[in-house]
């Protein structure tokens, strides 16, 4: 029988019902439902302990999954995530502005007409010149919103060793990307 565990903090709060887990906190609630036949998820003492009486490969590794989905809903709720993208260009300035829950590109390598990057969830966007700052409780919504923003200026059917404006992600929770 293999197992993992996640410590729930003060302040923090978690419920369980059948395998849809609740997770609520100063900043908000998360809620997210697991679909592993083999996992069993319960509340002890303090903990999330997620465990399987498989010990089959697909099942364990399972196991680590869930953990870390759960570790990072106590993580948001607590503290949440915050992700910085930084604007480069060398050819045209482009203009980057929230636009209700899409982030409007303009004039992105001269283009006539915007570029869009949809906002996930909750998250929210702030715009500061040349910095672009991706905040929310949603590890996933956050990440997938800074993603969008990277696609969104992705070049194509050009030299990318000559045109290498876009927008790219430098910090992810406070610690810097090389």
Do not use: W
């Not at 083999?38 to 999330?48: E, F, L, N, P």
């Not at 702030?126 to 905040?135: G, L, M, P, S």
């Amino acid at each position: 029988m293999e197992e993992k565990e996640v410590l729930i903090p003060d302040g923090v709060t978690v419920e369980l019902e059948g395998k849809t887990l609740t997770v609520t906190g100063k900043k908000g609630t998360l809620t997210k439902t697991f679909k592993v036949p083999s996992a069993v998820i319960r509340i002890d003492d303090g903990r999330i302990v997620v465990s399987t009486p498989s010990s089959r490969k697909c099942d364990v590794a399972a196991l680590g999954t869930i953990a870390s989905h759960a570790a990072n809903m106590v993580h948001g709720v607590q503290e949440g995530f915050e992700y910085k993208l930084k604007v480069f260009y060398a050819h045209f300035p482009m203009n980057v502005t929230v636009d209700g829950d899409k982030v409007k590109i303009d004039n992105f390598l001269g283009e006539k007409y915007p570029r869009y990057a949809n906002i996930m969830g909750d998250t929210q966007v702030k715009v500061q010149a040349e910095a672009i700052t991706v905040t929310g409780i949603s590890k996933e919504h956050v990440g997938q919103t800074a993603a969008n923003l990277e696609q969104a200026t992705r070049v194509r059917h050009r030299d990318p060793r000559v045109f290498q404006d876009g927008i790219y992600l430098i910090e992810r929770d406070g610690v810097k990307l090389k």
